[in-house]
C-alpha cells in the first residue's frame, strides 16, 4: 500500500486529494496546522476524515516538519498548505513569504534528510504568471503581482532546484483557478455563490465586489487532484499548467450563478473599490495543452456545471442546516 502525506488537509484541495487517493487504496496522512479552533469540516463534508490520519505540522519549524515525515513514511508528499489569499498577502508579506515560500524549502530539505527518495508535488499557481500576455503556458515568462505569487514563485524554482541538484523526485502543478463547494468564502466565487444563496433565501439584499471584468480559468478542484496524482506517477518528474483553457469575468460568474435561481445580477451587485487588489492581475488563461498529451488529463467539469454545482451546494446549506456542521454554516 503506498503512502502519501499531504501538507492543508484541512483546505479545499487538500480534502479532495486525501479523498482521492483514499479512493486509489492510498494510507493518507493529512497534515493540519495545530490551532485554537480545529477546521476539519470539509474532511467531514466529503466523508473521509475516518479514511485518514492526521498530523500536527508547521511549516515555519523543521522539526515539527521531520517528525511528520518520520510518523508517516510516506512515498508521497503533496505540499498544498499555503497562506494562500491573494489580498491577504499584501497585508501579512512577510508571513505569505515564510509559509508559502521559505516553508516549501524546508519540506524539501526536511525530505532530503529523511529520505531522498519520497517524491514531492508543489502547488504553483497561475497567479505567478501575473499580466503575462494569455495563453499562459509552460513557454510564458512569469511576472507575479502580489507578495503571494512572489513567494509561490519562489517555491518553484526552489523545487525545481532540488530536483536539480539532488536529483530528487519533485514536481510543480501550475494549476489555474479551481473551485468547489468547500471553497473558503475568502474567495470571489464562494463570495459570489453563497450570497446568491442567501439572497435567494431572503437573508440579504445585496453582494459587494471589487472588479468585475477580471478574467479567470476556473475548473473544478475534484478534477484537478487528479491531474497532481497524474504527475506523481510519470517516470521523470516534471512541471505542468493544469487549466480548462477557457476563461471568463467575474461578470460572467455573476450572471450565471444569479441565473441558477432565476434572479438578474444586475440588481443584486454592488461595485465597492475596497475590494479591488493594489496590483490586480486581469487576464489568466491556462494552456493545459501539455498535461493533455503527456500525463492523458483533461478537465471534466465545465463552466456552468461548476457554477451550478457551488450554488446548489450554497442553496442547500441554507434550506438545511441540520445537515452541516457549525463551520460550514458560519456565514448566515
Same mark, same amino acid.
Given at each position: 500500500?503506498?503512502?502519501?502525506?499531504?501538507?492543508?488537509?484541512?483546505?479545499?484541495?487538500?480534502?479532495?486529494?486525501?479523498?482521492? %487517493?483514499?479512493?486509489?487504496?492510498?494510507?493518507?496522512?493529512?497534515?493540519?496546522?495545530?490551532? $485554537?479552533?480545529?477546521?476539519?469540516?470539509?474532511?467531514?463534508?466529503?466523508?473521509?476524515?475516518?479514511?485518514?490520519? !492526521?498530523?500536527?505540522?508547521?511549516?515555519?519549524? /523543521? &522539526?515539527?516538519?521531520?517528525?511528520?515525515?518520520? !510518523?508517516?513514511?510516506?512515498?508521497?508528499?503533496? @505540499?498544498?498548505?499555503?497562506? $494562500?489569499?491573494?489580498?491577504?498577502?499584501?497585508?501579512?508579506?512577510?508571513?505569505? +513569504?515564510?509559509? $508559502?515560500?521559505?516553508?516549501?524549502?524546508?519540506?524539501?530539505?526536511?525530505?532530503?534528510?529523511?529520505?531522498?527518495?519520497?517524491?514531492?508535488?508543489?502547488?504553483?499557481?497561475?497567479?505567478?504568471?501575473?499580466?503575462?500576455?494569455?495563453? /499562459? +503556458?509552460?513557454?510564458?515568462?512569469?511576472?507575479? @503581482? $502580489?507578495?503571494?505569487? &512572489?513567494?509561490? %514563485?519562489?517555491?518553484?524554482?526552489? &523545487?525545481?532546484?532540488?530536483?536539480?541538484?539532488?536529483?530528487?523526485?519533485?514536481?510543480?502543478?501550475? !494549476?489555474?483557478?479551481?473551485?468547489?463547494?468547500?471553497?473558503?468564502?475568502?474567495?470571489?466565487?464562494?463570495?459570489?455563490?453563497?450570497?446568491?444563496?442567501?439572497?435567494?433565501?431572503?437573508?440579504?439584499?445585496?453582494?459587494?465586489?471589487?472588479?468585475?471584468?477580471?478574467?479567470?480559468?476556473?475548473?473544478?478542484?475534484?478534477?484537478?487532484?487528479?491531474?497532481?496524482?497524474?504527475?506523481? +506517477?510519470?517516470?521523470?518528474?516534471?512541471?505542468?499548467?493544469?487549466?480548462?483553457?477557457?476563461?471568463?469575468?467575474?461578470?460572467?460568474?455573476?450572471?450565471?450563478?444569479?441565473?441558477?435561481?432565476? %434572479?438578474?445580477?444586475?440588481?443584486?451587485?454592488?461595485?465597492?473599490?475596497?475590494?479591488?487588489?493594489?496590483?490586480?492581475?486581469?487576464?489568466?488563461?491556462?494552456?493545459?495543452?501539455?498535461?493533455?498529451?503527456?500525463?492523458?488529463?483533461?478537465?471534466? &467539469?465545465?463552466?456552468?456545471?461548476?457554477?451550478?454545482?457551488?450554488?446548489?451546494?450554497? !442553496?442547500?446549506?441554507?434550506? @438545511?442546516?441540520?445537515?452541516?456542521?457549525?463551520?460550514?454554516?458560519?456565514?448566515?
Amino acid at each position: 500500500m503506498k503512502r502519501a502525506f499531504i501538507t492543508g488537509v484541512t483546505g479545499q484541495d487538500g480534502a479532495y486529494l486525501a479523498k482521492f %487517493l483514499v479512493s486509489k487504496g492510498y494510507k493518507v496522512f493529512g497534515g493540519y496546522r495545530r490551532g $485554537s479552533t480545529r477546521n476539519f469540516w470539509r474532511l467531514h463534508y466529503l466523508d473521509v476524515k475516518k479514511d485518514i490520519e !492526521l498530523v500536527p505540522i508547521d511549516l515555519i519549524d /523543521q &522539526t515539527s516538519i521531520i517528525q511528520a515525515l518520520k !510518523l508517516s513514511e510516506p512515498d508521497e508528499v503533496y @505540499n498544498l498548505a499555503a497562506q $494562500s489569499f491573494v489580498g491577504v498577502s499584501f497585508d501579512e508579506a512577510i508571513a505569505t +513569504g515564510e509559509v $508559502s515560500g521559505l516553508g516549501v524549502t524546508r519540506i524539501l530539505d526536511s525530505i532530503r534528510i529523511v529520505n531522498p527518495k519520497i517524491k514531492f508535488y508543489q502547488a504553483s499557481t497561475s497567479e505567478m504568471f501575473g499580466d503575462a500576455l494569455p495563453p /499562459q +503556458g509552460m513557454d510564458t515568462p512569469f511576472m507575479p @503581482n $502580489s507578495p503571494y505569487a &512572489t513567494a509561490k %514563485l519562489y517555491a518553484h524554482w526552489v &523545487t525545481k532546484s532540488y530536483r536539480k541538484g539532488y536529483g530528487m523526485y519533485t514536481c510543480c502543478g501550475i !494549476l489555474f483557478n479551481h473551485e468547489s463547494p468547500i471553497r473558503g468564502i475568502e474567495f470571489v466565487t464562494k463570495k459570489i455563490t453563497d450570497g446568491v444563496a442567501r439572497i435567494k433565501m431572503g437573508f440579504i439584499d445585496k453582494i459587494y465586489l471589487g472588479n468585475l471584468d477580471a478574467k479567470r480559468d476556473w475548473g473544478f478542484a475534484g478534477d484537478y487532484v487528479e491531474a497532481m496524482w497524474k504527475m506523481m +506517477g510519470q517516470s521523470t518528474p516534471d512541471d505542468f499548467v493544469i487549466a480548462t483553457g477557457e476563461s471568463h469575468t467575474v461578470r460572467e460568474f455573476c450572471e450565471e450563478a444569479f441565473s441558477c435561481v432565476q %434572479l438578474d445580477y444586475k440588481k443584486y451587485v454592488e461595485v465597492d473599490k475596497k475590494f479591488f487588489r493594489p496590483n490586480d492581475v486581469h487576464y489568466l488563461l491556462g494552456d493545459p495543452s501539455k498535461a493533455k498529451k503527456e500525463l492523458g488529463w483533461e478537465p471534466k &467539469t465545465k463552466f456552468k456545471a461548476l457554477v451550478k454545482m457551488m450554488v446548489e451546494a450554497d !442553496l442547500e446549506k441554507y434550506k @438545511n442546516p441540520a445537515k452541516f456542521t457549525e463551520h460550514f454554516i458560519k456565514h448566515i
